[in-house]
């Protein structure tokens, strides 16, 4: 299943943090790209080196006009996932969301237009209280992938992490 995220809202970039661990969490569950905004282009070189570090290739593509990506994603068969507190529940609907091929996930800042519930296949609620984003992109992308995005490694990694029960036991791979 190929996974890419959106993140749209106002004042984008007085919330640098916040876009940082949108793109990080993203990254870390399996997406394999963020698409956003407005935003400080400073994430991009986090992103950056995080993937030279720790591996992957998950891209950061900074774009212009989020309703044209919104409709060039949709004519090539990407499904929409906007993830908002007043959509379906999460439970009853993530069985379907699995057997999808493409999903661009919609994340939004502050207030989302009307026009993207319009524009989505599905609006999605990961319960129908208000939280966060980064917490609400974190669930859905571990109901959709089942933790296999957790048994993932990275050929192109320089470290990589021996989960161990204490301590930190960490494999450099670049010597
Ligand atoms: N009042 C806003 C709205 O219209 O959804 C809430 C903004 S919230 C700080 C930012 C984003 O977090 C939302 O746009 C949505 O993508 C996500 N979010 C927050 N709570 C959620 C929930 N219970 N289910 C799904 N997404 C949620």
Redesign the pocket.
Known sequence: MKIEVLRI?QRLVRDDRVTTHVALVSRAFGASKILMYDANPEIKDTVAKINKMWGSDFQVEIIEEWRKVLKAKKSDSYKIV??????ENINSVEAKLRKEDKILI???????PREVYDMADYN??????????IA?LAVLLDRMLEGRQFQKKHANAQREIIPSKRGKTVMDKSV
């Open positions: 809202g906007h993830l908002t507190m007043y959509g919609v994340v939004g800042a502050e207030k989302v999605i609620a990961i319960g129908s209280q208000p939280h966060s984003e609400a």
